[in-house]
């Protein structure tokens, strides 16, 4: 594919260098674009990277990087030939790369509109290379990449909103200044420690299943989730709990937790619906809840007496049915 380059001005971001359709959609994404910047028209390739940053210019990219659909196969030699890039329009694909170890031929990057994902990345060794980056239009993916065992401090240290979902699987990272989630903050079977001392709302749902190799996840600013929470076998994200939370917009699910209850959410007063199930301790902690949207479930809690559970419930303000049942059969 040929290519084009042509200066933006700042009056001309959203029409030539825009990543959709409405300002409400780019606004966040094109207030991070530098004043002038040089489009490279179309997709980056294997076959075309070289020619991206020819001239002595920050460049922004009309396209994508790399495919989605493919191993990308870049090694760190690629990637450094894209250090002038600062701003992506689609999405940035770093998939099944043998040979990667660094991300620092990203380290310009301001904005990307579409999404980045960072998949199966067996020799990558931190994300230092997106710390300059601010906000991601789309979704953020971190999975499998085998070798990020230690979190680096500040790896992720300029994101301050993803547009759309994060999902996490087997990959360290730090959030220090995301303080917004416009999808779902998705946590699952990985051996991670996060941290997002900055996040106050997810827009979506936060689902954290099964993180028995979790070194500790840090929520402690986070007020609202708007949609559902699911803690699902949570040996350990109660370190240091989620403190401010004060309302879920949809279904909280509590399932396999600990003896030693349930600590961490004492400010939690309001949710959509309840469901608390295989709880291994004797009390439900949760001492600011005062109202429940729709419906109550909880049972198989095999140490929780069902008068402890139908007292929890009778402070409540239930606007759906309950059910209590097969709870203290331990």
């Known amino acids: 594919m040929p290519r084009h380059r042509f200066l933006c001005s700042a009056m001309l971001l959203l029409a030539a260098c825009g990543s959709g359709d409405s300002a409400d959609d780019t606004s966040e994404v094109s207030a991070d674009r530098p004043e002038d910047c040089l489009t490279f028209d179309?997709?980056?390739?294997?076959?075309?990277?070289?020619?991206?940053?020819?001239?002595?210019?920050?460049?922004?990219?009309?396209?994508?990087?790399?495919?989605?659909?493919?191993?990308?196969?870049?090694?760190?030699?690629?990637l450094a030939a894209l250090g002038c890039v600062v701003a992506v329009d689609g999405d940035v694909n770093l998939i099944q790369n043998e040979d990667l170890g660094t991300l620092d031929?990203?380290?310009?990057?301001?904005?990307?509109?579409?999404?980045?994902?960072?998949?199966?990345?067996?020799?990558?060794e931190n994300l230092l290379g997106?710390?300059?980056?601010?906000?991601?239009?789309?979704?953020?993916?971190?999975?499998?990449?085998?070798?990020l065992d230690e979190l680096e401090p500040g790896s992720m240290a300029a994101l301050e909103?993803?547009?759309?979902?994060v999902r996490l699987y087997r990959s360290y990272a730090d959030f220090p200044a995301l303080t917004t989630i416009r999808g779902d903050l998705d946590?699952?079977?990985?051996?991670?420690?996060?941290?997002?001392?900055?996040?106050?709302?997810?827009?979506?749902?936060?689902?954290?299943?099964?993180?028995?190799?979790?070194h500790f996840i840090e929520l402690n600013a986070l007020?609202?989730?708007?949609?559902?929470?699911?803690?699902?076998?949570?040996?350990?994200?109660?370190?240091?709990?989620?403190?401010?939370?004060?309302t879920v917009g949809g279904r909280f699910e509590l399932s396999g937790e600990p003896m030693d209850g349930v600590p961490g959410l004492g400010s939690l007063s309001r949710v959509g619906s309840l469901s608390i199930t295989y709880l291994e301790c004797a009390d439900i902690e949760l001492p600011g809840l005062e109202t429940v949207d729709s419906d109550v479930y909880i049972a198989y809690n095999r140490f929780l007496a069902p008068e402890t559970a139908e007292a929890f419930v009778?402070?409540?303000?239930?606007?759906g049915d309950i059910l209590l049942e097969h709870n203290g059969e331990g």
Do not use: K
């Not at 909103?161 to 979902?165: K, L």
């Not at 941290?195 to 099964?210: D, M, P, Q, W």
């Not at 949609?227 to 709990?241: C, F, P, Q, R």
């Open 42 to 78: 179309g997709d980056v390739t294997l076959e075309n990277l070289r020619d991206v940053c020819a001239d002595d210019l920050p460049v922004c990219v009309a396209g994508n990087v790399f495919e989605a659909e493919e191993p990308s196969r870049v090694s760190d030699a690629d």
């Open 105 to 124: 031929g990203l380290a310009g990057l301001v904005t990307v509109g579409g999404s980045v994902t960072v998949q199966s990345n067996p020799s990558l």
């Open 130 to 147: 997106l710390s300059s980056l601010r906000t991601i239009g789309g979704d953020l993916t971190l999975t499998s990449n085998s070798n």
């Open 161 to 165: 909103t993803v547009g759309g979902s």
């Open 187 to 214: 946590y699952h079977e990985s051996g991670t420690t996060l941290g997002f001392n900055a996040l106050t709302r997810i827009e979506g749902s936060l689902l954290v299943i099964g993180d028995s190799y979790l």
């Open 223 to 246: 007020t609202e989730v708007g949609a559902d929470l699911v803690l699902d076998s949570n040996y350990s994200i109660w370190e240091h709990g989620m403190p401010g939370l004060q």
């Open 314 to 319: 009778d402070r409540l303000s239930v606007g």
